[in-house]
T-cell receptor, first 113, second 115 residues
């Protein structure tokens, strides 16, 4: 069974640009969660989608958004990038709605210059 | 305000000895706790979990202990091996509890096992 796939793995943007990250969950998994990892901050919860609906949202500004498609694939978008948005963005899937074991992808490393 | 805390950013242990990683949580709505391990350039991988109805769960060399009254849990690795060197994240959730049924992670503890 294929794992969680995230694309792109690495990207470099400049301040003010926007970025879209993609996540394909494990086949059969209906929940997708997104996390931001920065040094010393651990994994900060961004949002969770289940059956195309956002179920939970973390404390991030409105520049961070996401969506889920009918095939459970998910995208997250960050608009008007700031230097502080440089981080590893991790996607995780799970068979059912939130709170249980998560299966992570390898992440998308975003650098904002 | 951090709801899941790991107060030791790093820990060094000799190979063969016990590694004890600690975690504290503040929210009494949490009732399911997980530990993840992360190597550089890889995503976190699930290690072991425990429900609040238990106080101990074992899986091979890994044991998690939960003290609900103290809102504290710990992960014991016995014996420690060099391959265990990684960052360990403690996480918590409130399964089935609206707004709490999401996995919240601590900041992580970097474990180094010295051969």
């Amino acid at each position: 069974k294929a794992g969680v796939t995230q694309t792109p793995r690495y990207l470099i943007k400049t301040r003010g640009q926007q970025v879209t990250l993609s996540c394909s969950p494990i086949s059969g998994h209906r929940s997708v969660s997104w996390y931001q990892q920065t040094p010393g901050q651990g994994l900060q919860f961004l949002f969770e989608y289940f059956s195309e609906t956002q179920r939970n949202k973390g404390n991030f500004p409105g520049r961070f958004s996401g969506r889920q498609f009918s095939n459970s694939r998910s995208e997250m978008n960050v608009s008007t990038l700031e230097l502080g948005d440089s981080a590893l963005y991790l996607c995780a899937s799970s068979p059912d709605r939130g709170g249980g074991e998560l299966f992570f992808g390898e992440g998308s490393r975003l650098t904002v210059l | 305000d951090q709801q899941v805390k790991q107060n030791s950013p790093s820990l060094s242990v000799q190979e063969g000895r016990i590694s004890i990683l600690n975690c504290d949580y503040t929210n009494s709505m949490f009732d399911y706790f997980l530990w993840y391990k992360k190597y550089p350039a890889e995503g976190p991988t699930f290690l072991i979990s425990i429900s609040s109805i238990k106080d101990k769960n074992e899986d091979g060399r890994f044991t998690v202990f939960l003290n609900k009254s103290a809102k504290h849990l710990s992960l014991h690795i016995v014996p420690s091996q060099p391959g265990d060197s990684a960052v360990y994240f403690c996480a918590a959730s409130g399964i089935g509890k609206t707004s709490y049924d999401k996995v919240i992670f601590g900041p992580g503890t970097s474990l180094s096992v010295i051969p």
